[in-house]
């Protein structure tokens, strides 16, 4: 019996597994030609394509050894993606950082179900009828070593159906094992800077948005200490939405880097590196149970060692663990199980 | 914000997580003395009960160092559970057997989809009303230490709606690393033999379901080697049932024992142990994004380290590796790919 027999259509977005096909050299656009420079769709793609380059190039200065390796496809239908990840390397176990473009189809339940909003996304399609749609986004997950160096994730992302309905999406958030109030204070500070900049709501419903959604709901606790994450935004022009999207991205670096360049030469101990494995155990939970974009991802046939760059090299799962009361893995649990607030 | 803010109801089958009352001894019967010494419910109970104490003693004394350890609770409702957990041992890595004895209630739908075929469960009951429901298991993943030693799980568990619906589900399957034919052929040939005595349909049935079942469909590949897994079952008397899933639980010790006992002594490198790491990877992609038993227990508030006690101790995530061609990796995860015939 082959699992093509499996009862439940394992390929609801028609794109379908391994049609990704490898390239060596990347196209100067993923996007088709018909949708043209001007369109939200090209601008989106090359605002992620310099981040990627701009990002990828800091942490390969702050690693000082390790190298990103580049795996780069097509998709029949257009769109492809290019992975760039970096592993076992002087200060980083694993970092990624994924563009992906694709075109694609869904049943309008899939569609209402991949986003937090989910009404009105299937406007102008009669029902039953599939929902032809474009998304392009830049993903990143950064492992370091030290158990003193948070890890780091960030998504932005653009969603167009050809109904003319579009949104964006996205956040930068920290999961640090051990908690530093400056390290916080800096991280949460840059990005309420960037938000301030763009709204005076944004900071503080952007950050209550990550803490909830980071919630590993069966744990009862964050799996980090959040930063901030929205969806469905498409209540301002395009071009603020963008100039938006495109602030967060140039403050990635900012808000990160110098948190990891404080701390990669931190000594620490091996009981020290088993709690930061079983807070990755922690981050796998929430990556395969609840996290929106790699479900998505994983029952859309995306390319699967992309997806999956998400998961740290190593994870841990240690039978009914509790910490230490007044040990500073208790002390970062509580902040787990109660979001503060760092500025 | 706080998690209870979620949108979706964070507890479809109205048990509450952190409503288990840790408890030191054991009742005679976590079941509802109204349900009396005669009944299905209590019958089970027993059975798993032995089969809990006969597997645990057979493991430690297969592991010679290892004890388990146990953590029993009950639940306000009626119902509770059994955890033994041995971590640390000379031969196993991580080895649970957990009994739980559930009551409770569950929208319609949530029982649709906590079976594979759904229909009529829910049997006497007006629509959009809760179906009060029973659910008694043995569950058990045991992870070794040495890579030439498999990964072995099994559950059996009985389910009964107050509407007077019953069924029966389990299996037992192995998981091994590096593959030895002799190894699948006495495992599988011992639960076929056990199938043969009470249906001549059970195991090439019953086989080709778990083949199908512990399917990681994003990797097109299978977790482990199978064995056999139904569900569903009720179209025997309850005795004829009963008396199937006691015999499958007695085969468990003469199916797996053997198999590590022959190589918990075999040398082995350290890239033998990073394959075996890599697999228990993808063991935990398939318990926290495919098995029903997981995900119905992280959703209707289970007593989570026991859930995932399930969870191999480590696991790593290696981007994009793939097996030498030829090499003895290789030729297991092309019987990952193409599920063989081993009796």
Redesign the interface.
């Known amino acids: 019996?082959?699992?093509t027999?499996?009862k439940v259509d394992?390929n609801p977005v028609n794109i379908g597994?391994?049609t990704h096909k490898a390239i060596d050299a990347v196209p100067d656009s993923l996007t088709r030609e018909l949708d043209g420079n001007d369109s939200m769709r090209r601008r989106f793609e090359v605002l992620c394509r310099n981040a990627q380059d701009q990002i990828c190039a800091a942490i390969e200065e702050l690693d000082g050894e390790g190298k990103f390796q580049q795996?780069a496809w097509v998709r029949p239908n257009g769109g492809g993606g290019m992975s760039r990840?970096l592993?076992g390397g002087k200060v980083f176990e694993?970092a990624?950082v994924n563009l992906s473009v694709v075109y694609g189809s869904m049943p309008q339940e899939a569609l209402a179900a991949a986003t937090e909003r989910g009404v009105d996304r299937a406007k102008g399609m009669k029902p039953g009828e599939r929902v032809p749609f474009f998304a392009c986004g830049l993903s990143s997950v950064m492992h370091p070593k030290n158990p003193h160096c948070p890890t780091m994730h960030f998504n932005y992302r653009y969603f167009e159906t050809d109904g003319g309905v579009w949104w964006f999406g996205g956040g930068t958030d920290i999961t640090p094992s051990y908690l530093d109030a400056a390290d916080m204070k800096h991280f949460h500070g840059t990005y309420k800077e960037v938000c301030d900049k763009h709204d005076p709501e944004y900071y503080a419903k952007f950050k209550?948005?990550a803490?909830?959604y980071f919630?590993i709901?069966?744990?009862?606790e964050t799996r980090g200490l959040g930063g901030i994450f929205f969806d469905d935004q498409n209540d301002k022009t395009p071009d603020e939405h963008f100039a938006f999207s495109s602030d967060c991205l140039d403050a990635v670096t900012k808000a990160y880097v110098p948190v990891v360049a404080r701390h990669k030469d931190d000594e620490y101990t091996q009981a020290q590196k088993e709690w930061q494995?079983m807070r990755r155990?922690r981050y796998?939970?929430f990556n395969?149970?609840y996290d929106r974009g790699t479900?998505f991802g994983?029952?859309t046939g995306g390319r699967?060692?992309s997806i999956?760059?998400s998961?740290?090299?190593?994870?841990?799962?240690?039978?009914?663990h509790h910490p230490e009361p007044g040990s500073p893995e208790a002390d970062i649990m509580d902040a787990f199980k109660n979001?503060r607030e760092w500025v």
Chains 1, 2 share one sequence.
Request: charged share 30%.
């Open positions: 019996m082959s699992t027999e499996a394992p597994w391994d795996d990840v592993t694993k990624g209550a948005w803490d909830k919630t709901a069966h744990r009862g494995l155990g796998v939970e395969l149970v479900v994983l029952k699967i060692e999956l760059m998961l740290p090299e190593t994870a841990r799962w240690q039978y009914d979001p």
